[in-house]
Nanobody
Framework: QVQLVESGGGLVQPGGSLRLSCAAS????????IVWFRQAPGKEREGVSC???????YYADSVKGRFTISRDNAKKMVYLQLNSLKPEDTAVYYC???????????????????WGQGTQVTVSS
């Protein structure tokens, strides 16, 4: 069964950190670029970060310098380290597998083959 399962979300104070995990199963993670999206209530889904199969990493301007994406193909895991969190980072965070091995913007939903169910991140004092 093909799955992407996110974990690691939670409630954190402003300035705090979280590490989100995306666990892949049922397919060969190595071949796919993986993207983290987020969606806040009442807002459109936003691409946050992408990591290519060769570990090239790309970030939205809103998170550059604060978030770090990484992958461990042997463990079939992709991670998103969230540092210096702000209230505006509050959202449901999703991971998704692109049908390509490279990153090229965040594209349209048609560019993705697998999606996770999301994990909630809440930044509040």
């Amino acid at each position: 069964q093909v799955q992407l399962v996110e974990s690691g979300g939670g409630l954190v104070q402003p300035g705090g950190s979280l590490r989100l995990s995306c666990a892949a199963s049922g397919f060969t993670l190595d071949y796919y670029a993986i993207v983290w999206f987020r969606q806040a209530p009442g807002k459109e889904r936003e691409g946050v970060s992408c990591i290519s199969s060769s570990r090239g990493a790309y970030y939205a301007d809103s998170v550059k310098g604060r978030f770090t994406i990484s992958r461990d193909n042997a463990k079939k895991m992709v991670y998103l380290q969230l540092n210096s969190l702000k209230p505006e980072d509050t959202a449901v965070y999703y991971c998704a597998a692109r049908k390509y091995s490279y990153c090229s913007g965040y594209g349209s939903p048609l560019d993705y083959v697998y999606w996770g169910q999301g994990t909630q991140v809440t930044v509040s004092s």
